[in-house]
């Protein structure tokens, strides 16, 4: 099987008229929702003019008493929860936990400097622009753009505050950097250092492929992170964090404290049709098995670049247990990058068809309560899978012109 870089996919004219209104549509759909749910008193505030509580509480109550001088209480669900409540004026049922490495305390102090509201919406932006910037350079024309806000996480991730623009961004940045950009490439991976659950499956990846030079700066970057974090916040703070991590994983995957189904992976889907832990978690590690198997012998191959990445990127996913929705931006990079060859080499027969079903899954989610992110995901695999076995099918639509990457 050649192997290809980005640089050779063919250029051509333009994008399929009905994934163009497809992708608008959506893009518009999310943002008129956003409007909506805020004019409906149901994002920032309600009806009496209070704070709506969402994920982003952790973020701001963790910076508030980083700032205060107290970073290593970000970790104690007692106090953490206390200023959460202080600033709410008002109690609410259940935990907004803070349980990321400390180097993200940075990114929270500088969003506690702000109000509630102010410091989410100002997150969300300011997370969001990298984000368009990854997804421009991976489908490779400004179509990108498009397919980055219509892609159907973007709502959810806004709404809540939660970080999943900032991790597609750096995951992104670092397999489209990766071929021309090495050094960069690793900076972005190392920056994802505060995704812990992203750190197994990419450096087998890159000692496959040999991509030491990324390896190595990514190894260097996050050690200067967790250098730079240790001074900042002192010994206290990494204690504090290895500390709770045994009460996060007793909390998420045995008590189900998060609800099952909001987990969207081979584990959550287990779990949320009654199965016991001890099976959810056999076949969470048989798909983690088969994943870290399949994603090495691609990385040793001569595959496309562009199916390379797509397949680190989906695999992540489909690694780990923990992993709600937010997480699933991550998706958007498998999909930017089938976007890309399809633009470039065609679209097979029923590819669009198959990328509206696995987005038709997301926006499904919350009206139904299942983990519809996993056969989302699944479904892009198994496009991958078809242009890794099959790269030299003719069926194609319309493709379109992509310049040269790097």
């Not at 008229?17 to 994002?43: D, G, T, V």
């Not at 590690?285 to 397949?311: E, H, N, P, Q, T």
């Amino acid at each position: 099987m050649p192997s290809t870089s980005l640089t050779n996919l063919a250029p051509r004219d333009s994008v399929p008229p009905q994934l163009a209104k497809a992708c608008l549509l959506l893009a518009a759909f999310n943002a008129a929702m956003l409007l909506s749910l805020y004019f409906a008193h149901a994002w920032l505030f309600d009806a009496e003019g209070r704070f709506i509580h969402t994920d982003f509480l952790n973020v701001w109550a963790a910076g508030k008493l980083a700032l205060d001088g107290h970073p290593a209480q970000a970790w104690d669900w007692g106090i953490h929860k206390q200023v959460q409540v202080a600033m709410l004026g008002q109690d609410y049922v259940g935990d907004y936990a803070w349980h990321y490495p400390p180097p993200l305390l940075f990114i929270a102090m500088i969003l506690a400097h702000f109000s509630y509201a102010h410091g989410l919406v100002g997150w969300a932006a300011a997370s969001f622009v990298p984000y368009l910037a990854m997804m421009r350079a991976v489908v490779g024309q400004r179509f990108g753009l498009t397919v980055a806000a219509a892609f159907p996480v973007v709502l959810a991730n806004t709404m809540s505050g939660q970080n999943g623009f900032l991790t597609a961004a750096l995951l992104g940045g670092t397999l489209v950097l990766m071929p021309a950009r090495p050094i960069l490439s690793g900076i972005c991976l190392g920056l994802l250092s505060y995704k812990p659950q992203y750190g197994v499956l990419f450096p087998l990846a890159l000692i496959a492929a040999s991509q030491w030079t990324t390896f190595l700066t990514a190894a260097v970057t996050t050690a200067a992170l967790a250098l730079i974090s240790w001074i900042a916040f002192g010994t206290d703070s990494w204690q504090a964090f290895f500390h709770w991590m045994p009460m996060f994983s007793q909390a998420f995957f045995t008590e189900g404290r998060a609800t099952f189904y909001k987990l969207q992976s081979v584990f959550g889907m287990v779990r949320t049709f009654g199965g016991s832990e001890q099976l959810a978690w056999t076949l969470q590690w048989m798909m983690s098995g088969s994943v870290v198997v399949g994603v090495i012998m691609l990385w040793r191959s001569r595959a496309d670049y562009a199916l390379k990445a797509a397949s680190l990127a989906a695999g992540t996913l489909l690694l780990t247990p923990y992993l709600f929705l937010y997480d699933m931006m991550v998706l958007a990079i498998p999909v930017a990058f089938l976007m890309r060859i399809g633009l470039s080499e065609g679209f097979r027969r029923g590819e669009l068809v198959a990328l509206a079903c696995a987005t038709g899954l997301l926006i499904a989610f919350p009206f139904v309560g299942i983990p519809l992110g996993l056969p989302s995901t699944l479904i892009v695999a198994a496009l991958i899978v078809r242009r890794i076995f099959n790269p030299s099918a003719v069926e194609r639509i319309l493709p379109s012109k992509i310049p040269a990457l790097g």
